[in-house]
């Protein structure tokens, strides 16, 4: 029963009082095991008859009672839609249920926040299957990805899931690592802004984003999943930690998830300078800081820094840690133990169960109006669970139609000799194994790839036509001719030899290379999916050269998670067209390109190697990173960070730079044309690239400070005007102290990282200043059309 005042109702059920005195009126009425019982979540799926969701056995974990936890109450209900297939609308009334025996079982009548994954759409059976955050970075379009966004949250919260744990703000350090397809890119500045306006999606829908993997995941040596991270702290400084910054400053971010990783010896689960000085004090993060899943148990069993698991609970509390996921391994029963016995501060408890149940007034968990019935079932009959099944969509038109825009503008064509577009090919060979394989646009936190591979007799949920279904509705007098040649990765030669018949008898010859996304070995990619080189799984490289011996033109398309190095594609292949797993409108966007119909505008987010096995490397290094003189290894890509052709050209004229100097506290302007030059409409992005010739620490030879997408008819021009703070120029100087310097400047207008197209020098002048976290972030571009002459 919920304690009430002789007023009949509860201080903190009073929405009339603030949230801080309903949250300390709150916690004084606790007891120490109702005040923990909010800090752990329990995992959990959802039931496809409608009834109250069943706790998930994994194989870290013991079963969990739940008549013996709920009297205490509970903090977190871990993926109830996430974690096996379930009607959406049985899924929403399973969980309706499950809310109100939590609420009605503790005496304060608390419901339980209910979180999931969204890393490339709602993790639920049946929901769009949107295109990897790789994807989202190769748009280089902000508002595209935060509507997206918005559409993501708003299904999650029309169903009754309250927090999503994304988007994933890990710089690509090296290419090897499994979650290549789960980041943004290989640039903080890109990661930053296409992250952040993820979480303002997310977060106008009423989710609570979960910035994610606080920090240094990326950075472990080797690309290793969960290796130790050597990253010195001008490194994380300057790369690893920006996007958090942005997130948090300018996306409104109400959580984040520590790293695995341990950086010098100190696991972020345990890191208290991480997530309580920087994070915290400096920062002003005011939000909540989740466990990634057993990672406050790993400090026991990986890390080997607690010698138990009340040892491993208060590291993590007193680090910074408010809620334990998926379960309650260690801020369970040991946490209570030991803070009864005097090991644990009891303050230590009652400063995350403050954070914890603020985020939860703030959602109007504590509310006296709260319902357990989301939007999605309001006004329907919940007492006939059979009549619900099908009546909620989260896979509607709208939905479809903005997976389509997000997996165009993704597409990159990285080569391309006059081939493409294709002009009524009368015979089409498909080739290779993701030719007519309907998950090859997915990864490995998508549904059906995350959970549906462990229910085989369960439909995918989706449509998802493969690229022989688009490519026949997209040439319907073409005869084309399928043959897989060999596997992902099963090194299978027996096929090439059909293969290359097939190639020899067709006008072109298509094929369709890349990975399958998986976890933990499962895959080619995905979590627990590294690779030591860079080389195509299996044996598809060797299809590919077999292929490039014919007379046939041939059209590589890549469908991957990670960039590989091609061989002699590079050079020999007619076209080369890269697409990062881009969702179930995926092959519609890869044959609109093959076509015609669409023009590419798609940019890389990572540089794609030229030889397999140059990493780490990313474009993002100091000289010496680059081909000199001292090494026999030439790290140069065959296609640099931020390279796209088009189908049409563009020039770029008219530089002006307002001042030739500037103070080291002001801005300046570059002033230029970018025209269409070409036959057809297109869009061309422009990077806006900072290199400091001499500094007072190492530097990167050049980083991005800037970009933005100019679509532009025949003819057509635009005059762009870019204003450059000098705080572009920070970074961090050797006490330890973000600094801008005075001395000249070079700012690189580019089309990539390797194709500059305009150059200006500016000079800072005056002192060395000092700035901080609230320095400016951004250059602002603004657009006006030019007059056709």
């Given at each position: ?32 095991r ?23 056995q ?69 929901a ?34 309250h ?60 690309g290793?999943?969960l ?102 391994k ?22 995350a ?6 985020q939860?007034?703030?959602?109007g ?66 080739l ?172 890389l ?6 030889g ?50 500037a ?42 400070v ?6 532009l008819?025949?003819g ?58 609230t ?15």
């Amino acid at each position: 029963m919920a304690v009430e005042t002789t007023t009949g109702i509860s201080p903190w059920n009073d929405p009339t009082l603030s949230i801080a005195a309903r949250v300390d009126a709150l916690i004084d009425a606790m007891t120490l095991r109702e005040k923990i019982a909010q800090l752990y979540g329990v995992w959990v799926g959802a039931s496809d008859q409608g009834g109250e969701v069943a706790p998930h056995q994994h194989d870290m974990e013991e079963a969990v009672d739940l008549d013996a936890l709920l009297p205490n109450g509970l903090g977190q209900l871990t993926r109830p839609f996430g974690t096996v297939p379930v009607d959406p609308a049985l899924g929403a009334l399973s969980l309706a249920r499950t809310q109100s025996r939590i609420a009605a079982t503790n005496r304060f009548g608390i419901p339980a926040l209910a979180h999931d994954e969204c890393l490339a759409g709602f993790s639920a059976w049946g929901a769009t299957a949107y295109p990897v955050p790789l994807s989202w970075g190769a748009t280089f379009d902000p508002d595209t990805v935060r509507r997206m966004a918005a559409a993501i949250g708003c299904d999650m919260r029309a169903v009754g899931v309250h927090q999503g744990l994304a988007p994933v703000l890990d710089v690509v350090r090296d290419a090897r690592w499994g979650r290549v397809e789960e980041t943004i890119g290989e640039d903080p500045y890109l990661v930053g802004t296409i992250g952040t306006a993820y979480v303002q999606g997310l977060e106008s829908a009423g989710i609570v984003a979960t910035l994610k993997h606080f920090a240094g995941y990326s950075a472990s040596r080797a690309g290793r999943n969960l290796a130790p991270s050597s990253v010195g702290p001008r490194e994380r400084a300057d790369v690893l930690l920006p996007p958090f910054e942005m997130a948090i400053r300018e996306g409104g971010a109400r959580s984040v998830m520590n790293a695995y990783t341990d950086t010098d010896g100190m696991p972020s689960a345990a890191d208290e300078d991480l997530l309580t000085g920087l994070l915290r004090d400096t920062w002003g993060f005011d939000g909540t800081v989740v466990a990634d899943y057993f990672a406050i148990a790993f400090l026991k069993t990986l890390h080997g820094i607690a010698a138990d698991w009340a040892g491993a609970a208060g590291t993590a509390l007193r680090a910074g840690i408010d809620v334990e996921l998926p379960n309650a391994k260690t801020y369970g029963a040991p946490l209570a133990e030991a803070v009864a016995d005097g090991r644990i501060p009891e303050a230590l408890v009652d400063r995350a169960l403050r954070r914890t149940l603020t985020q939860k007034a703030m959602l109007g968990l504590l509310d006296p109006d709260w319902s357990p019935v989301p939007a999605a079932l309001d006004g329907v009959d919940l007492d006939d669970p059979a009549a619900l099944r099908g009546r909620i969509d989260l896979d509607g038109p709208e939905n479809r139609a903005l997976a389509r825009t997000v997996a165009e503008e993704a597409v990159v064509l990285l080569s391309n000799d006059g081939t493409l577009p294709l002009e009524r090919p009368r015979r089409i060979a498909l080739l290779g194994p993701n030719a007519d394989e309907p998950t090859a646009v997915l990864g490995c936190y998508s549904f059906p790839q995350h959970i549906g591979v462990r229910h085989p007799g369960t439909p995918l949920g989706i449509e998802l036509p493969t690229l022989r279904d688009t490519l026949a509705a997209e040439f319907p007098d073409a005869e084309i001719t399928v043959a897989r040649g060999t596997g992902i990765d099963d090194g299978d030669l027996s096929g090439i030899r059909e293969a290359t018949r097939v190639a020899r008898e067709a006008d072109i010859a298509l094929v369709v290379l890349g990975d399958r996304a998986g976890l933990f070995g499962r895959g080619t990619t995905g979590e627990g999916c590294d690779v030591d080189s860079l080389v195509l799984p299996g044996a598809q490289q060797q299809l590919l050269d077999a292929l490039l011996h014919l007379e046939t033109p041939v059209v590589t398309v890549l469908l991957a998670g990670r960039p590989y190095a091609l061989g002699r594609a590079v050079e020999e292949s007619a076209a080369i067209v890269q697409s990062f797993f881009p969702g179930e409108e995926g092959t519609h966007a890869i044959a609109g390109v093959l076509s015609g119909r669409t023009n590419p505008s798609g940019r890389l987010p990572v540089s794609v190697p030229r030889g397999p096995g140059s990493q780490p490397a990313t474009y993002l290094g100091a000289r010496l990173a680059h081909v000199s003189e001292v090494s026999s290894i030439d790290p140069t890509p065959a296609f640099a960070f931020g390279h796209g052709l088009s189908y049409t050209r563009f020039d770029w004229t008219d530089l002006t730079v307002d001042v030739q100097e500037a103070p080291t506290d002001s801005e300046f302007t570059l002033t230029f044309t970018v025209r269409n030059t070409g036959e057809r409409s297109g869009t061309e992005v422009v990077q806006l690239y900072l290199h400091d010739p001499v500094a007072s620490v190492v530097q990167p030879v050049q980083r991005l400070v800037g970009y933005t997408r100019v679509e532009l008819k025949p003819g057509e021009a635009r005059r762009l005007r870019v204003t450059v703070p000098a705080d572009l120029a920070s970074f961090t100087g050797r006490d330890g102290r973000r600094v801008v310097e005075p001395g000249e400047l070079e700012v690189r207008l580019a089309a990539s990282s390797a194709d500059p197209r305009l150059t200006a020098r500016v000079t800072l002048t005056g002192t060395e200043r000092h700035v901080d976290h609230t320095r400016r972030l951004h250059a602002t571009v603004g657009q006006e059309p030019v007059a056709r002459a």
